[in-house]
Every structure is written in C-alpha cells, then in structure tokens.
C-alpha cells in the first residue's frame, strides 16, 4: 500500500506541475496575445483617427469650394449687370461715344507726358523716388486701362 500512497502523491505532484505549467504557458501567450491586440487596437485607432482627420479636411474643402461658388456667382452677376449697363450706354450720341473711347488713351498720353517732364525736370536726389513712383502708377494704368478696353461683344459670357 505504500507503493500506491507514493504512486497517487507522484501522479498528484506530476499533475500538479503539469497544471501549474499549462496555467504559466496560457498566462504567457494571454501576454503576447494581448501585445497583439493592443498593436492592432493603436493601429486600428490610428486609422480611424486618420479618417476622421481626412473627413474633416474634405468637409472643409468642401464648404471653401461652395464658399468660392458663390462669390463667383456673385462675380458673374455683377459682371454681367455691368456688361448689360455698358451696351445700354452705347446707343448714345456718336460725340459722346468718341470722348468716352478717347478718355483711357488721353489719360495714358497725359500721364506719361507728366512721367516725362517729372524725369527730366527732377532734382537728382528726388528723382529717382519720384519716377519710380511715376513709371508704376504709368505702367499700372496703361497695363490695366488697355487690357479693359475689349468690348462686351468680345467677352465671353458666363453659361
């Protein structure tokens, strides 16, 4: 009998340690197990935050594109009042439409006329400040007076 006493403690103790072996090797994979699942859960918070950072910014862009629409509809609106407004003008006394078609270039050879006497009648010191000042507000209104002058017939109208 002592033989079965020693068998059954030996079969206990085997067992035990196989337990308490099996119990240490689920609690170590339960531990990488869990690594795992919180790199995919950051992963997978990452994502998401990405995504909502990507919504926000395609919501934004959104909303500056219907912004941007409606500014140049308003654009367009205005500009073809005025258009609308010139051709009304044209059918006025043909002495009339020949001040108005000559007022740009008379100001442009008046204003470079001045930009000349100013250069040559300038003190030295003062010249240069002066002229550059002439020859930008000079080159600024003949650029933007003649790049103006294309009639409404030669505009292209909005759809």
Do not use: C
């Amino acid at each position: 009998m002592d033989g079965d006493w020693f068998g059954m403690a030996a079969s206990a103790a085997g067992g035990g340690v196989f337990g308490v072996v099996g119990t240490v090797l689920g609690r170590v994979a339960g531990y990488f197990e869990a690594q795992q699942q919180h790199v995919f859960d950051k992963s997978r918070w990452q994502h998401e935050t990405e995504m909502v950072r990507l919504n926000l910014e395609v919501g934004q862009a959104k909303s500056e594109a219907e912004q941007e629409l409606a500014s140049l509809q308003g654009s367009w609106a205005g500009l073809r009042s005025s258009l609308e407004a010139e051709v009304s003008l044209t059918s006025s006394y043909p002495l009339v439409n020949a001040i108005r078609a000559l007022t740009r270039p008379a100001l442009t050879l008046l204003l470079w006329v001045i930009t000349a006497l100013v250069f040559f009648n300038v003190e030295t010191d003062m010249k240069a400040r002066i002229v550059e000042t002439s020859v930008f507000a000079a080159t600024a209104a003949t650029l933007w007076w003649f790049g103006d002058r294309t009639g409404p017939a030669h505009r292209p109208r909005p759809a």
